[in-house]
């Protein structure tokens, strides 16, 4: 439902995104996964039709989003990360705005209308003032605004972000509805819980790259049995060789003056012999984390989700 195919975008010099290939299919939420700056929005912009890719194409139900716009953005939906609202509308009129936009109208549009009301809570806010609402039913507005029209594929650019826990579920729940009727959903986010939970699977990119691409359990079998260790403190002037040369399956994600990361097996065992080998007050803090998601972003891009 959606195919992305050696997309590439460059500014000048910049390479923004770089040979971009994966398929979104009916009835699957792919998650695409980068720190800030790892080319997600730009990825987007040109699935979407906002941005024009320097080389390669998107296909949304077979329609090239660059030659047959018309058609292919009939099957796309989009809920941006900022918000296409009019506060001074109440949330039904919002809504009738966008559903005539699609091209809704009579019987269908009001059926539509309390079907998406209905599916984000919003049913008995639907005569307030948007102005009104908090952040997180301007979020779940947001979100009934992208799939008034049924589309075949949706785009979902963290939907999620900065809400409460009540609009959350609100969403997520959503979003897993949509899944089951069918759609094909490209979900963004910056919470790896969300796509542990929602995606089928994930691509993971970085630096304008796609990096990795797999189901959940796909990628965590990539970690084996190493763990992630992190170490908070002040570590100016000290090496790793002790650790590489002693530690057992060691392999060096981060080395920083504050921040120290490497992958190793049976951490828990090894902890103290390490912790050992720093002097008196570096070390400030310490966590160990068993092979997951988080994990295994941490050591492909060196960040973690949310930086």
């Known amino acids: 439902m959606i195919k992305v195919e050696a997309l590439t975008k460059k500014y000048g010099d910049f390479t923004a995104a770089e040979d971009i290939n994966f398929e979104v299919h009916a009835g699957e939420i792919f998650g695409l996964l980068g720190p800030n700056g790892a080319g997600k929005s730009t990825t987007i912009n040109c699935i979407s039709g906002l941005m024009v890719p320097s080389e390669g194409e998107v296909y949304i139900n077979q329609h090239a989003v660059t030659g047959d716009a018309i058609q292919a953005k009939a099957s796309l939906g989009l809920v941006p990360q900022d918000l296409a609202l009019y506060e001074d509308l109440n949330g039904a009129e919002n809504l009738n705005f966008w559903a005539q936009a699609y091209g809704l109208s009579g019987q269908f549009m009001q059926q539509r209308i309390d079907e998406v009301l209905q599916q984000v809570g919003l049913a008995a806010r ?29 785009l979902l650019d963290e939907p999620t972000v900065g809400v409460d826990p009540q ?141």
């Open 126 to 154: 639907a005569k307030d003032r948007v102005s009104t609402y908090s952040g997180g039913m301007k979020r779940r507005l947001n979100f009934a605004c992208g799939i008034l029209h049924q589309p075949k594929a949706l």
């Open 167 to 307: 609009s959350r579920e609100h969403l997520l729940g959503a979003v897993e509805q949509l899944k089951a009727q069918g759609t094909a959903v490209l979900y963004t986010t910056h919470y790896m819980e969300e796509a542990e939970r929602l995606c089928d699977r994930i691509g993971i990119i970085d630096h304008g790259k796609i990096i990795a691409v797999g189901s959940v359990d796909e990628l965590r079998s990539q970690m084996g049995e190493k763990d992630l260790i992190t170490l908070q403190g002040d570590f100016s002037g000290v090496e790793p060789d002790w650790l590489a040369a002693h530690v057992a399956g060691f392999e060096l994600i981060e080395w920083q003056p504050q921040t120290v990361r490497f992958m190793a097996e049976q951490a828990a065992e090894q902890l103290s012999a390490i912790l050992g080998r720093f002097a008196t007050g570096t070390v400030k803090q310490t966590a160990v984390q068993q092979a997951n998601l988080e994990s295994l972003f941490i050591k492909l891009t060196g960040r973690e989700l949310r930086d």
